[in-house]
């Protein structure tokens, strides 16, 4: 089960923190990913990160302002969200893949994650 939180209404240029807690004894072997869908749009890739070594990789739209990072003794990820701008604007979700995990690829398609969280709105005025 995942739960997130920390979106909300900012201005653009603004940073939000979202956040999202994991339960089971396993977090550390989970592939995390975030997504997210705007309205009338498909979901989409925003990051993920690795079980093993924690490496990371970001949609071109949101690199060099997003960072991901996780702490496995919390069960949990977080999404730092700097430099916001309107087109960021939607649910986010975050989702896990669980063993036996996907192909690398995979993990930049919401087919290659297991469960989800129930979303998130971030919301960034202009």
């Known amino acids: 089960q995942l739960q997130a939180c920390g979106g909300g209404l900012v201005q653009a240029g603004g940073s939000l923190r979202l956040s999202c807690a994991a339960s089971?004894?396993?977090?550390?072997?989970?592939?995390m990913g975030w997504f997210r869908q705007a309205p009338g749009k498909e979901r989409e890739f925003v990051a993920f990160i690795r079980w093993s070594g924690g490496s990371t990789d970001y949609a071109d739209s949101v690199k060099g302002r997003f960072t991901l990072s996780r702490d496995n003794a919390k069960n949990s990820v977080y999404l730092q969200m700097n430099s916001l701008k309107p087109e960021d604007t939607a649910v986010y979700y975050c989702?896990?893949?669980?063993?036996?995990?996907?192909?690398?690829?995979?993990?930049?398609?919401?087919?290659?994650?297991?469960?989800w969280g129930q979303g998130t709105q971030v919301t960034v005025s202009s």
């Open positions: 989702a896990a893949d669980t063993p036996p995990l996907t192909i690398l690829s995979g993990l930049y398609s919401p087919r290659g994650f297991d469960y």
């Open positions: 089971g004894r396993t977090f550390r072997t989970y592939n």
